[in-house]
């Protein structure tokens, strides 16, 4: 699987961004991969943001991110979304999102990650 994250950017505090995630997937369809968010600040380790299960039916997410961000996906579209309302400063990080199969536990596909800044 091949993931291309694409839609990082700069903006002030209180603002909104959707991430997105488009996903190749040669011998298998994405909607068999269940997706994730995670993201990593300047001189901190990467954290876990946000998951989808493969049919959308189960999400979860960091607590601090909770009533701020909403993640979904559209199977037929193969592309995963991470929508991010009332950002702040500290949602600074280079975002990375990450599939795996549904029945294993470790992410193993990863995209490029896209930057996300948030100037107070």
């Known amino acids: 699987v091949q993931l291309q994250a694409s839609g990082g950017g700069l903006v002030q505090a209180g603002g909104s961004l959707r991430l997105s995630c488009a996903a190749s997937?040669?011998?298998?369809?994405?909607?068999?991969?269940?997706m994730a968010w995670f993201r990593q600040a300047p001189g901190k380790e990467r954290e876990f943001v946000a998951a989808?299960?493969?049919?959308?039916?189960?999400?979860d997410y960091t607590d601090s991110v909770k009533g701020r961000f909403t993640i979904f996906r559209d199977n037929a579209k193969n592309t995963g979304y991470l929508q991010m309302s009332s950002l702040k400063p500290e949602d600074t990080a280079v975002y990375y999102c990450?599939?795996?199969?549904?029945?294993?536990?470790?992410?193993?596909?990863w995209g490029q990650g896209t930057q996300v800044t948030v100037s107070s």
């Open positions: 997937a040669s011998g298998r369809t994405f909607s068999v991969y269940d």
């Open positions: 990450a599939c795996k199969r549904n029945d294993v536990v470790i992410y193993s596909y």
């Open positions: 989808i299960s493969w049919n959308g039916a189960t999400t």
